[in-house]
């Protein structure tokens, strides 16, 4: 039966292995720990066994710490080559990130006026300058 796991393998891969191959996470072990982790849902569908197998047009939605991934898998892998390669495993379906509307992180902080606040160093070399002619005089 080894032949017909092999013919098996060739049109189905190993969620885990795919993940590695494409560049998602730096070691197949973390992809294993993403996908038990249930991280990862395939056509909608929640994943939680590395062995799960995708095929090309399967739809992938990945939960990563700050962002969600959908990819649509083209093809499988067979290494983990460059980026360039990697980025031929899948097409990138993702939701673009939520506009910011001009939100900086500064904003929520107060103004303040010019020259309030801690001394510029040109300001305060004077300051000592002046602090020691103060000190030479007194004595």
Do not use: C
Request: charged share 30%.
């Amino acid at each position: 039966m080894v032949g017909s796991a092999s013919n098996h393998g060739s049109t189905r891969q190993r969620i885990d292995k795919w993940l590695f191959f494409a560049r998602v996470v730096r070691s197949r072990a973390l992809a294993a720990k993403l996908v038990s982790g249930g991280n990862v849902r395939s056509n909608k569908d929640k994943i939680d066994q590395p062995s799960h197998g995708v095929k090309p047009g399967d739809v992938l939605t990945i939960t990563l710490d700050r962002r969600i991934l959908v990819y649509k898998v083209v093809s499988g892998g067979t290494r983990r080559g460059p980026a360039e390669e990697a980025r031929t495993l899948y097409e990138d379906i993702s939701p673009p990130p939520p506009a910011k509307d001009g939100i900086t992180a500064l904003d929520g902080l107060p103004k303040r006026d010019a020259g309030s606040g801690r001394p510029t160093k040109r300001e305060r070399r004077q300051v000592d300058r002046l602090m020691q002619s103060d000190d030479d005089n007194s004595g």
